[in-house]
Nanobody, 123 residues
Framework: QVLLEESGGGLVQAGGSLRLSCAASGGIFSRYIVGWFRQVPGKEREFVGAINWYGGNTNYGDSVNGRFTISRDNAKNMAYLQMNSLKPEDTAVYYC????????????????WGQGAQVSVSS
């Protein structure tokens, strides 16, 4: 199975943009649905969005819909989370996740997780 590693986190001002990358290694990346989640200490993990195996379909959580875009490049074993119009409430640790099961698209339960990347948005 693949291993995942996020990169690209950092500090950005409100209204700005940031792109997170998720690098996969050790498996056939195109076999996996990729999801993005975020978590603030003391709160439940929140679903940000997901992209299917070949990038033909995406879905997003209500709080980011219209501002965030998920893409992937299977040839490079990479997935991306483009975040625009960032708000202070977007501050969190962001995780990419992967799962080969088609049920994941509905259940949002992922088997494989990255280590997380901190995103901080200042007001």
């Amino acid at each position: 199975q693949v291993l995942l590693e996020e990169s690209g986190g950092g500090l950005v001002q409100a209204g700005g943009s940031l792109r997170l990358s998720c690098a996969a290694s050790g498996g056939i990346f195109s076999r996996y649905i990729v999801g993005w989640f975020r978590q603030v200490p003391g709160k439940e993990r929140e679903f940000v969005g997901a992209i299917n195996w070949y990038g033909g379909n995406t879905n997003y959580g209500d709080s980011v819909n219209g501002r965030f875009t998920i893409s992937r490049d299977n040839a490079k074993n990479m997935a991306y989370l483009q975040m625009n119009s960032l708000k202070p409430e977007d501050t969190a640790v962001y995780y990419c996740a992967a799962d080969a099961s088609a049920r994941t698209w509905v259940t949002k339960e992922y088997e494989i997780w990255g280590q997380g990347a901190q995103v901080s948005v200042s007001s």
